[in-house]
T-cell receptor, first 118, second 109 residues
Framework: GAVVSQHPSRVICKSGTSVKIECRSL??????MFWYRQFPKQSLMLMAT?????????EQGVEKDKFLINHASLTLSTLTVTSAHPEDSSFYIC??????????????FGDGTRLSIL | KQEVTQIPAALSVPEGENLVLNCSFT??????LQWFRQDPGKGLTSLLL?????REQTSGRLNASLDKSSGRSTLYIAASQPGDSATYLC????????FGAGTRLTVKP
């Protein structure tokens, strides 16, 4: 089955550090990837949608300059949390799928990255 | 903007009971609906995917139904077990993919 690998699974770093999270589709080409953020005991909140080769579409309230998304290839998308602060601590999950924006193809999820900013 | 609601927010049942989790969505123009399970501190496990043209999907003790016109889906769990304890999330896929807040299920031995 389709596998999405997310790395790293856990990050602990000092305030002011920039952190890069990778989302890779291992056995398929992902034209669309979604990035989510999840606070404790809450659901997944969509942060942004990215299609390969184009700029990401950010949800209202998500700072584009804070959360940089790059989807440069069909198998890799990265989320960089720039100058992270304690309030950025959260669980970040990516998903990847084929077929682009408008499709009934399933999205496959990574195992998530737990980011803790001290 | 699509809004996804799950009821109840939490549910506690004794082992062996059959139970139903509910999911509703505001925009019926969806491609599919997916049910997930999430254990504390973990990622998502996909349970069932229902395409917009389908009415239900079954996997083992799980059965999910979809009524797209009314914006509703249910997840039926038969003969619940303590190992079923987790948070269950539904998500609808249109141009993006949006999640409900989840139902936290506890099955007591």
């Amino acid at each position: 089955g389709a596998v999405v690998s997310q790395h790293p699974s856990r990050v602990i770093c000092k305030s002011g550090t920039s952190v890069k999270i990778e989302c890779r589709s291992l056995d398929f080409q992902a034209t669309t990837m979604f990035w989510y953020r999840q606070f404790p005991k809450q659901s997944l909140m969509l942060m942004a949608t990215s299609n390969e080769g184009s700029k990401a579409t950010y949800e209202q309230g998500v700072e584009k300059d804070k959360f940089l998304i790059n989807h440069a290839s069909l198998t890799l998308s990265t989320l960089t949390v720039t100058s992270a602060h304690p309030e950025d601590s959260s669980f970040y999950i990516c998903s990847a799928g084929t077929g682009g924006y408008k499709t009934n193809q399933p999205q496959h999820f990574g195992d998530g990255t737990r980011l803790s900013i001290l | 903007k699509q809004e996804v609601t799950q009821i109840p927010a939490a549910l506690s049942v004794p082992e062996g009971e059959n139970l139903v989790l509910n999911c509703s969505f505001t925009d019926s123009a969806i491609y599919n609906l997916q049910w997930f399970r999430q254990d504390p501190g973990k990622g998502l496990t996909s349970l069932l995917l229902i395409q917009s043209s389908q009415r239900e999907q079954t996997s083992g003790r799980l059965n999910a139904s979809l009524d797209k016109s009314s914006g509703r889906s249910t997840l039926y769990i038969a003969a619940s077990q303590p190992g079923d304890s987790a948070t269950y999330l539904c998500a609808v896929r249109a141009n993006d993919m949006r999640f409900g807040a989840g139902t936290r299920l506890t099955v007591k031995p």
